[in-house]
């Protein structure tokens, strides 16, 4: 039987994820020392939000152990429990088993009762030594909040408030008892209980909801400071707040203007009657009046927290909850738009029309708009990478603990926005490189201070646009790459000979090659050989590039240079042997005429281009996809000199070169089978499909076949020179 709730748990369950993110931002700052009311608020907010919408669904394991968190939180609330060190490691831990929770619940599995039990004695560790604080201190404190409350008497007001919760306050897993003891914080309070709706026991509903409270509070708060402190429950209750009286003070008229704020006034008993009577004749006398000038000394504090509410409202940002698969038709949708323009473009230019025809313009116009409609389509999935950013803390802590070091994680640019495929692509890449980090980039604890380093690593994310694409950054100022021991493990494994000549990054990039590794013993972070060539197979099929630098003993840097989305690509039109290919525009460095004289021959068929004092090597692309069984001649074509993952660089031979152009990608593999040397495809606007190169595989395997060679390059280096 289908289960009815399934919608609204879908709908908890992104609300749990979004709620997670928070908390555990909130206790990241909490750990860096901003404890203010505010954070804390907002730590205590995101779990008991999850607490009430578990109540719905009956998850008790995630309801009670989101308890005992509440209470310890509020227990930093209200002031009986300090923000300290130990504190924050304990309340991490359980923002974890936490996520581990909503997990459990999603999966319909049972949570992990020995790490519960476990932080719940940590819990009760921490509160008990709270206890133990605050009975110290007590005395002194009652003694502080007496004189204060003796000095700012005046300023004091007595409210009445009547407090009447419906049912559902219970069934969402909301206690009376927080809310009673919070309105207590604000001033001196009586609460009486009243059971005057309390039926007889045979009537009784135990589901139901017949008590009140009768609160009276003397206190310098406003009605919104009061009416705050109810804000989780405001839908599930009765609220009734009123002012009775003043000490030195009465109330006045409570006016609402045309702006539709509400003013109260509070005026000396000596002069209430003139201010009252002067205030009233100029708001009958004038209609039009927009705006009251009030003395600041007789403006209560409701005005200013009533603005305050009403700008941030003015500036708060609406969303809606979509489901992914629309969008993603959408932008199919949207793709195929561009596609037909392109066609209906080709279609115009073929029959002849002039440019400055109104059928010419309006395609024009056309055009520009498809543009902007992609443009902002485009947009819709582009989210910021805090998401992903803000996982890495809980696994920099772990693997901290796993490998007895100290380290601190610094990120930047998590507001840089990328299409969500990107992201979710690039979590495991991230993983992997910060997990690298930790455990190879820096130094044990002891090995830091000997060499005069601070105890502390230091691990930096960072993120930032570069030239339409998405730079992603993992350094570490640990002792950088150790290349003598990466030379000599590589030739133990037989990656290679014991007689290769290496350049300093060549030496740096052979970590990414499959079953390297350094690790001296195997554990449950490294040693298998398996990860870095994870890294690069995950960011090459992702259409991007990683490089290296490393600086002995100051650390290293890895560098992620990916496209924002997937979905389109600027890129160069170009013709090889009658065929129609894309090259990304990204890779391109730039276009060039070779001369006859500045091409030399190596074995077989390989051609090198003498480039500005070195040697690129040159690929031909037809006969490189089998378009021609025979190379083409070098001074007969036009050369594009690219990059590749790793700065490999290449000169591609093509045909002609027809021009820069954004094409929709689509899938290869998904429509028909991966092809070597073919990341995607396209379709012009002449209807015909054009094949995107993939200009890493191109330059790589290049790269083999000159390495093969390298000896006989190496001569002619020697022989030109010579001459």
């Given at each position: 039987?289908?289960?009815?709730?399934?919608?609204?748990?879908?709908?908890?369950?992104?609300?749990?994820?979004?709620?997670?993110?928070?908390?555990?931002?909130?206790?990241?700052?909490?750990?860096?020392?901003?404890?203010?009311?505010?954070?804390?608020?907002?730590?205590?907010?995101?779990?008991?939000?999850?607490?009430?919408?578990?109540?719905?669904?009956?998850?008790d394991?995630?309801?009670?152990?989101?308890?005992?968190?509440?209470?310890?939180?509020?227990?930093?609330?209200?002031?009986?429990?300090?923000a300290?060190?130990?504190?924050?490691?304990?309340?991490?831990?359980?923002?974890?088993?936490?996520?581990?929770?909503?997990?459990?619940?999603?999966?319909?599995?049972?949570?992990?009762?020995?790490?519960?039990?476990?932080?719940?004695?940590?819990?009760?560790?921490?509160?008990?030594?709270?206890?133990?604080?605050?009975?110290?201190?007590?005395?002194?404190?009652?003694?502080?909040?007496?004189n204060?409350?003796?000095?700012?008497?005046?300023e004091?007001?007595?409210?009445?408030?009547?407090?009447?919760?419906?049912?559902?306050?219970?069934?969402n897993?909301?206690?009376?008892?927080?809310?009673?003891?919070?309105?207590?914080?604000?001033g001196?309070?009586?609460?009486?209980?009243?059971?005057?709706?309390?039926?007889?026991?045979?009537?009784?509903?135990?589901?139901?909801?017949?008590?009140?409270?009768?609160?009276?509070?003397e206190?310098?708060?406003?009605e919104?400071?009061?009416?705050?402190?109810?804000?989780?429950?405001e839908?599930?209750?009765?609220?009734?707040i009123?002012?009775?009286?003043?000490?030195?003070f009465?109330?006045?008229?409570?006016?609402t203007?045309?702006?539709?704020?509400?003013?109260?006034?509070?005026?000396?008993?000596?002069?209430?009657?003139?201010?009252?009577?002067?205030?009233?004749?100029?708001?009958?006398?004038?209609?039009e009046?927009?705006?009251?000038?009030?003395?600041?000394?007789?403006?209560?504090?409701?005005?200013?927290?009533?603005?305050?509410?009403?700008?941030?409202?003015?500036?708060?940002?609406?969303?809606?909850?979509?489901?992914?698969?629309?969008?993603?038709?959408?932008?199919d949708?949207?793709?195929?738009?561009?596609?037909?323009?392109?066609?209906?473009?080709q279609?115009?230019?073929?029959?002849?029309?002039?440019?400055?025809?109104?059928?010419?313009?309006?395609?024009?116009?056309?055009?520009?708009?498809?543009?902007?409609?992609?443009?902002?389509?485009?947009?819709?999935r582009?989210?910021?990478?805090?998401?992903?950013?803000?996982?890495?803390?809980?696994?920099?802590?772990?693997?901290?603990?796993?490998?007895?070091?100290?380290?601190?994680?610094?990120?930047?640019?998590?507001?840089?926005?990328?299409?969500?495929?990107?992201?979710?692509?690039?979590?495991?890449?991230l993983?992997h490189?910060?997990?690298?980090?930790?455990?190879?980039?820096?130094?044990?604890?002891?090995?830091?201070?000997?060499?005069?380093?601070?105890?502390?690593?230091?691990?930096?994310?960072?993120?930032?646009?570069?030239?339409?694409?998405?730079?992603?950054e993992?350094?570490?100022?640990?002792?950088?790459?150790?290349?003598?021991?990466?030379r000599?493990?590589?030739?133990e494994?037989?990656?290679?000979?014991?007689d290769?000549?290496?350049?300093?990054?060549?030496?740096?990039?052979?970590?990414?090659?499959?079953?390297f590794?350094?690790?001296?013993?195997?554990?449950?972070?490294?040693?298998r050989?398996?990860?870095?060539?994870?890294?690069?197979?995950?960011?090459?099929?992702?259409?991007?590039?990683?490089?290296?630098?490393?600086?002995?003993?100051?650390?290293?840097?890895?560098?992620?240079?990916?496209?924002?989305?997937?979905?389109?690509?600027?890129?160069?039109?170009?013709?090889?042997?009658?065929?129609?290919?894309?090259i990304?525009?990204?890779?391109?460095?730039?276009?060039?005429?070779?001369?006859?004289?500045?091409?030399?021959?190596?074995?077989?068929?390989?051609?090198?281009?003498?480039?500005?004092?070195?040697?690129v090597?040159i690929?031909?692309?037809?006969?490189?996809?089998?378009?021609?069984?025979?190379?083409?001649?070098?001074?007969?074509?036009?050369?594009?000199?690219?990059?590749?993952?790793?700065?490999?660089?290449?000169?591609?031979?093509?045909?002609?070169?027809?021009?820069?152009?954004?094409?929709?990608?689509?899938?290869?593999?998904?429509?028909?089978?991966?092809?070597?040397?073919?990341?995607?495809?396209?379709?012009?606007?002449?209807?015909?499909?054009?094949?995107?190169?993939?200009?890493?595989?191109?330059?790589?395997?290049?790269?083999?076949?000159?390495?093969?060679?390298?000896n006989?390059?190496?001569?002619?280096?020697v022989?030109?020179?010579?001459?």
């Open positions: 039987m289908e289960d009815p709730l399934a919608a609204i748990k879908i709908t908890f369950f992104q609300e749990c994820d979004e709620q997670l993110s928070e908390l555990e931002s909130g206790l990241l700052a909490m750990e860096n020392g901003i404890a203010d009311s505010e954070t804390v608020n907002a730590v205590f907010r995101a779990v008991h939000s999850m607490k009430g919408g578990a109540g719905i669904f009956g998850f394991t995630l309801i009670s152990f989101a308890h005992t968190f509440e209470t310890a939180l509020d227990g930093v609330r209200s002031g009986t429990l300090s300290t060190a130990p504190v924050i490691a304990v309340f991490l831990r359980a923002a974890d088993l936490l996520a581990d929770l909503v997990r459990a619940a999603r999966e319909n599995t049972a949570g992990d009762e020995a790490r519960i039990n476990a932080l719940r004695m940590e819990f009760d560790k921490i509160n008990n030594s709270a206890t133990v604080d605050n009975n110290v201190s007590a005395e002194l404190s009652d003694s502080i909040k007496e204060q409350r003796n000095s700012d008497k005046i004091e007001k007595l409210w009445k408030i009547i407090f009447t919760p419906d049912s559902t306050l219970y069934l897993a909301n206690e009376t008892t927080f809310l009673l003891r919070d309105v207590r914080r604000l001196k309070t009586n609460i009486e209980i009243d059971q005057s709706r309390l039926p007889k026991l045979q009537d009784l509903d135990a589901e139901g909801a017949f008590l009140s409270w009768n609160i009276t509070l206190s310098d708060c406003s919104s400071d009061i009416r705050d402190l109810f804000e989780f429950v839908s599930d209750c009765t609220l009734e009123s002012l009775e009286i003043t000490d030195g009465k109330p006045g008229k409570v006016i203007g045309d702006n539709g704020f509400k003013f109260e006034f509070f005026t000396p008993v000596d002069e209430e009657e003139i201010q009252e009577s002067n205030l009233l004749h100029s708001m009958q006398s004038d209609s009046v927009k705006q009251l000038e009030v003395p600041q000394a007789t403006t209560s504090l409701a005005i200013q927290n009533i603005k305050t509410k009403a700008d941030s409202a003015n500036v708060a940002v609406a969303t809606i909850r979509v489901d992914l698969d629309r969008v993603d038709r959408m932008i949708l949207v793709g195929e738009l561009v596609i037909n323009e392109a066609m209906l473009s279609r115009v230019l073929e029959a002849g029309i002039a440019r400055s025809s109104g059928v010419a313009m309006a395609l024009e116009e056309l055009e520009h708009l498809t543009r902007e409609i992609q443009d902002s389509v485009m947009a819709i582009a989210q910021p990478v805090r998401s992903v950013f803000q996982r890495m803390p809980r696994l920099v802590r772990e693997v901290a603990t796993m490998t007895n070091k100290q380290v601190k994680l610094i990120t930047e640019g998590e507001s840089t926005e990328v299409d969500k495929t990107v992201i979710e692509r690039i979590s495991d890449p993983t490189m910060i997990r690298n980090a930790i455990d190879h980039g820096l130094e044990s604890t002891e090995v830091r201070l000997a060499s005069g380093k601070p105890a502390e690593g230091t691990v930096k994310l960072t993120a930032l646009h570069r030239s339409g694409r998405i730079v992603l993992v350094s570490d100022d640990g002792a950088g790459i150790n290349r003598p021991r990466v000599q493990k590589a030739i494994n037989g990656l290679i000979s014991s290769a000549q290496l350049t300093d990054e060549e030496t740096d990039n052979l970590i990414f090659l499959p079953g590794s350094t690790a001296a013993t195997l554990s449950n972070i490294s040693g050989g398996v990860g870095m060539d994870v890294v690069r197979q995950s960011i090459q099929a992702l259409g991007g590039r990683i490089s290296i630098s490393s600086w002995p003993g100051k650390g290293s840097t890895f560098t992620l240079s990916l496209p924002l989305t997937l979905a389109v690509l600027d890129g160069m039109v170009v013709s090889a042997h009658g065929h129609t290919l894309i990304p525009l990204g890779a391109i460095m730039e276009t060039l005429k070779p001369r006859r004289k500045d091409v030399f021959p190596l074995d077989g068929d390989l051609n090198v281009l003498s480039l500005r004092g070195g040697y090597p690929v031909d692309v037809a006969f490189c996809l089998g378009y021609r069984s025979q190379y083409v001649d070098p001074e007969q074509s036009v050369a594009l000199l690219v990059e590749g993952e790793g700065g490999s660089r290449a000169v591609l031979l093509v045909d002609e070169i027809h021009g820069q152009k954004q094409v929709v990608i689509k899938s290869l593999e998904a429509n028909y089978q991966a092809v070597k040397g073919i990341a995607a495809a396209t379709v012009m606007g002449d209807g015909r499909v054009a094949l995107i190169v993939d200009v890493d595989v191109v330059v790589q395997r290049t790269g083999s076949d000159i390495s093969k060679n390298l006989e390059l190496r001569h002619l280096e022989s030109v020179g010579a001459a």
